[in-house]
């Protein structure tokens, strides 16, 4: 599409695809003419992310938006909104919504989170943590196989960033996920920025954890940028998407990739949005990451 064109087209995108292994962005209506600028395929990215629960109305310019992007780019829905932890079950309304945006443009994959965020009475606007425990693990495979009966296929879930952890924890992180996707039959949305943060904030070897996650499980990668807080007691960092990937972030992605090989890749922006150039910027580093990966790998040598 030309800039400045009408971004009207039909409704309905039947066609999915698969999320390619290279660098996506996850999508801002600031964006939504740079992606469709046909002038700039160099600066394009493969593939686009957006929080469906932005999309739950109807129709609307947002529609139009993202249904002439959908007809460019594979999409890959990340929900925040469905609270897979809580105690009284999954937000059913969200998941009704979901599905029929999933019906509706047929991502190439949907995703949601570790963790809740309500219940009976109150609704946050946090991805709160569980514990990990057999309870807790036996409770959230349940909600996560039912969302994907609801929705009719597998779904990712993202490893969260912590602020603390619970006395009771039965496993560590990196066990409660392998159990979680081996019982709910799902995948693992594996966020490297979230492991710096809960690393650095509860007293984690960050290392050891990127080397413990079975890349097998894995379908799709965030990287991001955080806050920084000195504190008397140490640092806190916030997971607040609103700034650069940090280099510890790069080279945990660097250590994890060199193992697993490429695997599609976000840069994820959320907050104190920058020009498309600067994202894209970010784009252009795991480009850079997955190339020098792929030119060490001896099995790419004997297929050349």
């Known amino acids: 599409?030309?800039?400045?064109?009408?971004?009207?087209?039909?409704?309905?995108?039947?066609?999915?695809?698969?999320?390619?292994?290279?660098?996506?962005?996850?999508?801002?209506?600031?964006?939504?003419?740079?992606?469709?600028?046909?002038?700039?395929?160099?600066?394009?990215?493969?593939?686009?992310?957006?929080?469906?629960?932005?999309?739950f109305g109807d129709?609307?310019?947002?529609?139009?938006?993202?249904?002439?992007?959908?007809?460019?780019?594979?999409?890959?829905?990340?929900?925040?909104?469905?609270?897979?932890?809580?105690?009284?079950?999954?937000?059913?309304?969200?998941?009704?919504?979901?599905?029929?945006?999933?019906?509706?443009?047929?991502?190439?994959?949907?995703?949601?989170?570790?963790?809740?965020?309500?219940?009976?009475?109150?609704?946050?606007?946090?991805?709160?943590?569980?514990?990990?425990?057999?309870?807790?693990?036996?409770?959230?495979?349940?909600?996560?196989?039912?969302?994907?009966d609801r929705l009719q296929r597998s779904i990712l879930i993202e490893n969260p960033s912590r602020y603390l952890s619970f006395r009771d924890d039965e496993m560590t992180e990196p066990e409660f996920i392998h159990a979680l996707c081996r019982t709910a039959g799902c995948g693992l949305l594996f966020d490297i920025n979230n492991v710096e943060v809960t690393a650095t904030n509860i007293g984690l070897d960050m290392d050891a954890y990127i080397d413990a996650i079975d890349p097998a499980i894995v379908g799709e990668i965030h990287l991001a940028g955080h806050a920084r807080e000195e504190h008397a007691g140490g640092p806190l960092l916030i997971d607040d998407h609103g700034s650069m990937v940090s280099d510890v972030t790069w080279r945990l992605y660097r250590r994890f990739v060199e193992r697993a090989g490429a695997k599609p890749t976000l840069i994820e922006w959320d907050s104190d949005i920058p020009a498309y150039d600067v994202l894209m910027a970010e784009v252009a580093k795991v480009?850079?990451?997955?190339?020098?990966?792929?030119?060490?790998?001896?099995?790419?040598?004997?297929?050349r």
């Open 1 to 55: 599409m030309a800039a400045n064109s009408d971004p009207c087209v039909s409704p309905v995108v039947t066609v999915p695809r698969s999320l390619p292994p290279s660098g996506g962005i996850g999508l801002k209506s600031v964006h939504y003419q740079n992606v469709l600028d046909d002038t700039a395929q160099a600066k394009r990215p493969s593939w686009v992310e957006v929080h469906p629960q932005n999309y």
């Open 59 to 148: 129709g609307g310019p947002a529609h139009r938006w993202l249904t002439a992007i959908a007809g460019v780019y594979p999409l890959s829905f990340h929900s925040v909104g469905l609270s897979l932890g809580s105690a009284g079950g999954l937000n059913a309304a969200d998941l009704d919504q979901l599905a029929a945006l999933c019906e509706r443009y047929r991502p190439a994959m949907v995703s949601d989170h570790l963790s809740w965020s309500g219940n009976a009475h109150d609704r946050y606007p946090d991805l709160l943590p569980v514990p990990y425990t057999y309870e807790a693990l036996d409770h959230l495979a349940g909600e996560i196989g039912r969302a994907q």
């Open 287 to 303: 480009g850079h990451i997955l190339g020098d990966q792929q030119a060490s790998d001896p099995r790419h040598a004997l297929a």
